[in-house]
């Protein structure tokens, strides 16, 4: 999963990133700031998954 306008911790700890793998039927947890707000997307890289709907909206005002 990709997000966009921000970059995040898995679980915390370790390197910032904005995409992380996400294997089938697991969840995975993150901490960001949010510091940029507005709206984002949200979204897998695969284009079938997009179409399929795994896509999302992260939105949130100062």
């Not at 993150?30 to 795994?54: E, K, R």
Request: overall charge neutral; proline content about 6%; hydrophobic content about 35%.
């Amino acid at each position: 999963m990709h997000l966009h306008g921000h970059t995040y911790q898995l679980g915390g700890d370790g390197p910032r990133k904005d995409t992380t793998i996400v294997p089938p039927r697991t969840t995975v947890s993150v901490s960001f700031d949010a510091d940029n707000p507005g709206q984002w997307m949200l979204h897998c890289h695969n284009a079938y998954h997009g179409q399929a709907g795994m896509v999302a909206l992260v939105a949130y005002r100062a």
